[in-house]
């Protein structure tokens, strides 16, 4: 891809749409973002970024169907990313229509797709987490979030077996992704900025007792992936043309929430103190207790990116929330 090609990025003003936006900037990629405009002014960490052409996302649909667009690819970052989120129309509104909207200028322009999916349509594990296309339908999410993200993959599963996509398009079912420019998340953060937080604050971190037998308190798991794993799967993607299909981005090794929070301190330097609290009654029986992404589809097409690990990705991250950068 050629600097003098334009990408458009959905989501832009958010974690990780922002974050590629920042590989484009670094690559001489222009962009056109599209978000909430007032997320592009209001927080700090995007101040030296540069976001091209502005657009809120209510305004997507009628640029995209004006004539002569040219675009080298889109890039579909914008959701509802809160695994709280119960309002099922809403969901059905942004993750799935406008998804829908998406793809279908993607395959109009005849330009590359990537999208957003998410580990959430795996559930409880119960089935394993084989991005194999196969298992989509039995897969049951243990959220309405996770629901909109799986029915999304398969239309799009439909779509390509009745021969209507993009010329190439990827889902990316994304793990547990952290890194620099998340804090807007609020609550949806993860646990790598809470502790952050927590450990500054009181000099403690709070993690979720375990609710199951034979799974000590601090021994549920997850796929802790680096944001910029994430980024360079999608580059991956973007330049790889033949490339169609959905595919986990994980480090393919799940790790403790322990494990995390030591990783903490031991960024910061301080004695670790780590406290157990109740899992909130109001999502206990929609937690996922381990998370772990099979990564041979992805590896077998030629991704050969190592991943960053836990303890060298919280390191770094601690160290920019250090420096002010957060």
Same mark, same amino acid.
């Given at each position: 891809?050629?600097?003098?090609?334009?990408?458009?990025?959905?989501?832009?003003?958010?974690?990780?749409?922002?974050?590629?936006?920042?590989?484009?900037?670094?690559?001489?990629?222009?962009?056109?973002?599209?978000?909430?405009?007032?997320?592009?002014?209001?927080? +700090?960490?995007?101040?030296?970024?540069?976001?091209? $052409?502005?657009?809120? /996302? @209510? =305004?997507?649909?009628?640029?995209?169907?004006? #004539?002569?667009?040219?675009?080298?690819?889109?890039?579909?970052?914008?959701?509802?990313s809160a695994t709280t989120e119960l309002d099922e129309a809403l969901l059905t509104r942004f993750n799935v229509?406008?998804?829908?909207?998406?793809?279908?200028?993607?395959?109009?322009?005849?330009?590359?797709?990537?999208?957003?999916?998410?580990?959430?349509?795996?559930?409880?594990?119960?089935?394993?987490?084989?991005?194999?296309?196969?298992?989509?339908?039995?897969?049951?999410?243990?959220? +309405?979030?996770?629901?909109?993200?799986?029915?999304? $993959?398969?239309?799009? /599963? @439909? =779509?390509?077996?009745?021969?209507?996509?993009? #010329?190439?398009?990827?889902?990316?079912?994304?793990?547990?992704?952290?890194?620099?420019?998340?804090?807007?998340?609020?609550?949806?953060?993860?646990?790598?900025?809470?502790?952050?937080?927590?450990?500054?604050?009181?000099?403690?971190?709070?993690?979720?007792?375990?609710?199951?037998a034979g799974i000590a308190h601090g021994h549920q798991s997850r796929d802790f992936v680096d944001v910029s794993?994430?980024?360079?799967?999608?580059?991956?993607?973007?330049?790889?043309?033949?490339?169609?299909g959905i595919y986990n981005v994980g480090t393919g090794k799940a790790r403790t929430f322990l494990d995390l929070?030591?990783?903490?301190?031991?960024?910061?330097?301080?004695?670790?103190?780590?406290?157990?609290?109740?899992?909130?009654?109001?999502?206990?029986?929609?937690?996922?207790?381990?998370?772990?992404?099979?990564?041979?589809?992805?590896?077998?097409?030629?991704?050969?990116?190592?991943?960053?690990?836990?303890?060298?990705?919280?390191?770094?991250?601690?160290?920019?929330?250090?420096?002010?950068?957060?």
């Amino acid at each position: 891809m050629s600097a003098s090609e334009t990408l458009l990025v959905t989501g832009a003003a958010g974690f990780i749409g922002a974050r590629f936006v920042e590989s484009c900037n670094a690559r001489g990629v222009q962009v056109v973002s599209v978000d909430r405009k007032d997320a592009f002014t209001t927080r +700090p960490e995007h101040a030296r970024l540069d976001f091209g $052409d502005v657009l809120d /996302l @209510e =305004e997507l649909e009628g640029w995209l169907s004006a #004539p002569r667009r040219e675009l080298a690819g889109i890039v579909h970052m914008g959701a509802i990313s809160a695994t709280t989120e119960l309002d099922e129309a809403l969901l059905t509104r942004f993750n799935v229509d406008y998804s829908k909207m998406v793809w279908g200028a993607a395959r109009r322009l005849g330009v590359p797709c990537v999208y957003a999916s998410s580990a959430a349509v795996y559930g409880d594990g119960g089935l394993g987490f084989d991005d194999a296309d196969a298992l989509v339908p039995r897969l049951r999410p243990l959220n +309405p979030y996770g629901e909109s993200k799986r029915r999304f $993959d398969l239309w799009a /599963l @439909e =779509e390509a077996a009745a021969g209507r996509t993009p #010329p190439a398009w990827a889902g990316f079912r994304f793990f547990n992704v952290y890194g620099f420019g998340e804090r807007h998340k609020g609550g949806m953060a993860s646990v790598v900025l809470h502790g952050y937080d927590q450990a500054k604050a009181k000099g403690e971190i709070r993690l979720f007792e375990s609710h199951r037998a034979g799974i000590a308190h601090g021994h549920q798991s997850r796929d802790f992936v680096d944001v910029s794993d994430g980024i360079e799967a999608m580059w991956f993607a973007l330049k790889k043309p033949a490339m169609s299909g959905i595919y986990n981005v994980g480090t393919g090794k799940a790790r403790t929430f322990l494990d995390l929070a030591k990783a903490v301190f031991s960024a910061l330097d301080t004695p670790q103190q780590i406290v157990f609290v109740p899992t909130p009654e109001a999502i206990r029986e929609r937690y996922q207790y381990f998370t772990e992404a099979k990564m041979d589809r992805l590896r077998a097409l030629g991704f050969a990116k190592k991943p960053v690990g836990l303890e060298d990705g919280v390191d770094w991250y601690v160290r920019r929330l250090e420096a002010g950068r957060g």
